[in-house]
């Protein structure tokens, strides 16, 4: 991107607002064509919520199970919104096409699987018609193989954590129709959809302007942004503009750019005593995965990447078997220099830490 002009570079975190030349180029260079028959929603959970509605049309579900190993704040959020969840044992780092189903699901149960850095190939075809309802969520691999060749009754996907969009959520039925319900308007849910245009548009005015104060203006509106979303239970009627704008950046191929930033990474950087990089031949992962084994290790490194000015996120501490695990954004933002960058802070880190 226009890397050359940012006055405070930085790596990861939230997506800036993208001016609409840039935008096109971007989606003439990398296009892509996703042809499921899909509905968009202003949030991954409206789009997940809208499928669980759908599906008790037809029938009445008894328990809906998530992984334990999951997005804290999802599975809280669910429930707040449902009084049925039950939590089964997932295993996010070993990928095999088994789907372990626990033992007590039965086949009027809901189980969400998840697609765990877009490196799941879970199929599901082999398994008897008398199985609970599959809903697998592609949040951390859009587009990836099993996004695009799912074998789940129904998908879903948060997609602000990799477009640059204000929010948004997807869902479709692979190969079936998904029928259109109509759907009440909410003007709380589009307020926080105007309140992150302006975050993103502060944050770009950070990143290529010279006003500090401005930083801490769009953290705090994100986190207001976050809090909003939480908040938001009701499935709401997209605007016709909000709706259009994420249409266009459905258009956009991101992996194709982390699949090229990546190989470089992985040819600089590989498993230490401290950390093992979470990848996949073959697969191109979410971001640039270090899973530590040891808190202080975790936390040095890390700091060691935010004094760099590089924002690693941190995937879900909150679990008991793998507390230690950050992601390094590796997508359309960033080229060649800024992954030389990354691996020259990394090298720094791997010399200088005992
Ligand atoms: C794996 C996963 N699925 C779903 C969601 C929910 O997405 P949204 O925040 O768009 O509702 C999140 C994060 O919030 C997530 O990490």
């Given at each position: 991107m226009n ?8 790596i990861?975190?939230?997506?800036h607002?993208?001016?609409?030349t ?10 892509i064509?996703f042809?499921e028959?899909?509905h968009?929603?202003?949030s ?9 509605n759908h599906?008790?049309?037809?029938r ?5 199970w998530?992984?334990e190993?999951?997005?804290q704040?999802v599975?809280?959020w669910?429930?707040k919104n449902?009084?049925?969840i039950?939590l089964?044992?997932?295993?996010p780092f ?12 039965s086949?009027?149960?809901i ?11 879970t199929?599901l ?7 609970p309802?599959i809903?697998?969520?592609h ?8 996004c695009?060749h799912?074998?789940?009754d129904?998908?879903?996907?948060s997609?602000?954590k990799?477009l640059p969009?204000?929010?948004?959520g ?11 319900y109509p759907?009440?308007e909410?003007q ?8 992150m ?6 944050k770009t ?11 801490d203006?769009?953290l ?6 976050e809090?909003g979303l939480d908040?938001s ?6 605007r016709t503009e909000?709706?259009?704008f994420?249409h ?5 191929d991101?992996?194709?750019i982390k699949k ?7 040819r600089k ?7 093992k990089i979470i ?11 270090l899973?530590?084994?040891d808190?202080?290790a975790?936390?040095?490194f ?7 000015q590089i924002y ?5 501490p909150n679990?008991?078997?793998?507390k230690y695990f950050?992601n ?6 960033y ?12 090298e720094d880190w791997?010399?200088t830490y005992?």
């Amino acid at each position: 991107m226009n890397s050359e002009n940012i006055m405070n570079k930085e790596i990861g975190s939230y997506f800036h607002w993208i001016d609409s030349t840039i935008a096109k180029s971007l989606f003439k260079k990398h296009p892509i064509n996703f042809r499921e028959n899909t509905h968009v929603f202003y949030s991954g959970r409206h789009a997940l919520k809208y499928l669980i509605n759908h599906i008790e049309q037809g029938r009445s579900i008894s328990k809906i199970w998530m992984p334990e190993y999951y997005c804290q704040h999802v599975t809280n959020w669910m429930k707040k919104n449902y009084s049925n969840i039950h939590l089964y044992s997932a295993h996010p780092f070993e990928y095999t096409d088994e789907l372990r189903i626990p033992e007590d699901v039965s086949e009027n149960d809901i189980l969400i699987i998840n697609n765990y850095w877009g490196l799941s190939t879970t199929r599901l075809s082999k398994y008897p018609a008398k199985r609970p309802i599959i809903i697998e969520d592609h949040s951390h691999g859009w587009l990836s193989r099993q996004c695009l060749h799912s074998e789940a009754d129904y998908c879903f996907v948060s997609l602000r954590k990799s477009l640059p969009i204000p929010l948004g959520g997807i869902c479709w039925a692979p190969n079936k129709e998904l029928p259109s319900y109509p759907l009440p308007e909410n003007q709380e849910v589009y307020s926080v959809w105007d309140k992150m245009v302006v975050a993103m548009k502060n944050k770009t005015e950070y990143l290529y302007g010279q006003s500090e104060d401005l930083k801490d203006l769009y953290l705090n509106q994100i986190a207001e942004v976050e809090d909003g979303l939480d908040l938001s239970h009701k499935v709401t009627k997209m605007r016709t503009e909000d709706k259009k704008f994420i249409h266009k950046w459905l258009q956009l191929d991101v992996l194709e750019i982390k699949k090229r930033n990546l190989d470089l990474l992985y040819r600089k950087i590989t498993d230490t005593p401290n950390y093992k990089i979470i990848k996949r031949f073959a697969y191109t992962s979410f971001g640039f995965m270090l899973l530590f084994s040891d808190g202080m290790a975790y936390e040095s490194f890390r700091k060691h990447l935010i004094d760099n000015q590089i924002y690693p996120s941190n995937l879900w501490p909150n679990n008991n078997g793998w507390k230690y695990f950050l992601n390094v954004h590796v997508d359309f933002r960033y080229g060649i220099e800024d992954m030389e960058f990354i691996a020259g802070c990394i090298e720094d880190w791997n010399r200088t830490y005992n």
